[in-house]
């Protein structure tokens, strides 16, 4: 209440001295000094947007009664701005949008706990997060580019629809609790000693990882897309528990250092497959349960033997070649070709090109992905009514 005279006070003095003042009913609230912050902290909620005016000055600080934006936070080309804080703010509905503030060394929320998305980018000054524990639990999309992060952090988030995190060149541990994730992730560009860890992810759409130095994901079952590792420095590679790749593709290309890929459960990749020029690797198998791939199969590489014992049903071309020598390897296969193997076959040793082709489109897949996503949208429900049909039924009894 008092701040709130004090505000009504301050409200007045402004219209006096004719500077338009903030109000909490703003359909947009921009901030173009500390006293505007002052202002828009003491209301309890903000329906519209926030937003940070490129004048703020270096310390804009929304601690107060203010625990809800509505709609977005938005601070946009400010080099100026040094210390981004609220310890009272719990909830943007919107937009959690900060992007090139250059000067950026202090983003403190402490009470943040859900937003709709966080979109920063161009925070060079930025190391670390100050944020609560567990800190942002709620997210819909979460992209994090070109800062000076560390560490994440604060972002405790267990289901997603998207996740872009790139070119954060001191980023070196992510660890993450996230559970599941619905469109895209893309881990790229970050510190080469980036080390990722998502021990809880059961299943994700659409993940591209490239650059880092250690990957893992113990509980990961099932990829609603596709599944790319591109130019990392892992020397092993496992995924124990990944039982299916849905609708897209699988592929490993141009980790120069991995010895050895493991996913001793796979069975099916809906797309293509695509094991290109990871030129250390000299045994290709780790995929014993492998048996359908709905796309083409290319493997080219330095290998001196490939197995894929289960493998009885590829519906595009099969294309293995190595530099080294595979004689073995392409006896075992070539009775597969034109029955287990439908598309064109070829086999080849001692090809110096082998690593050349690491093309990965995986291509022929003969799986439609927006009818699958229809299909299985269509078998949940029905699964729903029938459970709650049976639930009816009970009651009657
Ligand atoms: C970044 O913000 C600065 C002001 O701090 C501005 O001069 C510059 O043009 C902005 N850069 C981009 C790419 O928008
Ligand atoms: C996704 O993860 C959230 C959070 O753990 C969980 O509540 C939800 O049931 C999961 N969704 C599916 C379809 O597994
Ligand atoms: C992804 O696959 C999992 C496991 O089959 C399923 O529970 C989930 O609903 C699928 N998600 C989407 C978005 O298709
Ligand atoms: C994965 O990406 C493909 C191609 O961009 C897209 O068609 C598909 O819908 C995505 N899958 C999911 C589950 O979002
Ligand atoms: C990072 O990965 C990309 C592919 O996504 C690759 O083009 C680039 O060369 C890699 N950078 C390093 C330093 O490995
Ligand atoms: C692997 O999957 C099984 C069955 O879904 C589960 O019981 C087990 O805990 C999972 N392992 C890990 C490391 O998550
Ligand atoms: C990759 O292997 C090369 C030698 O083959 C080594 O010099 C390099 O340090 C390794 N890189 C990483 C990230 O382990
Ligand atoms: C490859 O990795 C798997 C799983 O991490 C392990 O069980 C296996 O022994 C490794 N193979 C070699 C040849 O190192
Ligand atoms: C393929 O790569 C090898 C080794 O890097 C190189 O000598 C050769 O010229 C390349 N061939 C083609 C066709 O690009
Ligand atoms: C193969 O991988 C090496 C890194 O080990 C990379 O320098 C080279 O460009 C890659 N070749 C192709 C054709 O992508």
Request: charged fraction near 15%.
């Amino acid at each position: 209440m008092y701040s709130k005279t004090f505000v009504s006070a301050a409200a007045a003095l402004a219209m006096v001295s004719g500077v338009a003042a903030v109000s909490c009913d703003d359909p947009t609230a921009t901030i173009a000094s500390a006293a505007d912050a002052t202002t828009v902290a003491s209301c309890d909620s903000i329906e519209g947007s926030v937003v940070v005016d490129s004048s703020s000055g270096s310390q804009i600080d929304f601690s107060g009664s203010l625990t809800k934006i509505g709609g977005d936070l938005i601070v946009l080309n400010n080099g100026g701005l040094i210390s981004l804080s609220s310890t009272s703010l719990e909830s943007i509905g919107g937009a959690f949008q900060v992007k090139n503030v250059t000067l950026l060394s202090t983003l403190k929320f402490t009470a943040l706990s859900s937003v709709g998305t966080i979109d920063w980018s161009s925070l060079n000054a930025l190391e670390q997060l100050t944020f609560g524990t567990p800190g942002v639990v709620s997210a819909k999309e979460v992209t994090i580019a070109d800062t000076f992060l560390n560490t994440l952090d604060g972002i405790n988030v267990h289901s997603l629809d998207k996740m872009d995190i790139n070119n954060n060149h001191r980023l070196t541990d992510f660890t993450t609790e996230l559970n599941n994730l619905t469109t895209l992730l893309n881990i790229n560009a970050n510190g080469p000693k980036l080390s990722v860890n998502m021990p809880n992810l059961i299943w994700a759409a659409n993940m591209t990882i490239s650059n880092v130095t250690k990957f893992s994901a113990q509980s990961l079952e099932s990829i609603n897309g596709s599944l790319r590792f591109d130019s990392n420095f892992f020397d092993t590679f496992s995924a124990p528990n990944l039982t299916e790749v849905q609708t897209g593709d699988l592929s490993f290309v141009s980790n120069a250092n991995v010895t050895n890929i493991t996913l001793p459960l796979l069975e099916k990749i809906g797309g293509g497959f695509t094991i290109a020029n990871n030129t250390a690797m000299e045994d290709l198998n780790g995929f014993p349960k492998l048996s359908m791939v709905g796309g083409a199969v290319k493997l080219r590489g330095s290998f001196s033997s490939v197995e894929l014992p289960a493998l009885d049903d590829v519906r595009g071309a099969f294309d293995l070649s190595s530099t080294g020598d595979i004689k073995t390897s392409c006896e075992a296969f070539s009775s597969k070709a034109g029955s287990e193997i439908q598309g064109e076959y070829s086999c080849t040793s001692n090809n110096a090109n082998a690593n050349n082709d690491t093309d990965s489109t995986g291509g022929d897949s003969t799986t439609d992905e927006s009818a699958a996503g229809a299909l299985q949208g269509m078998s949940m429900s029905w699964l729903v009514s029938l459970v709650s049909i049976a639930g009816f039924v009970v009651a009657f009894l």
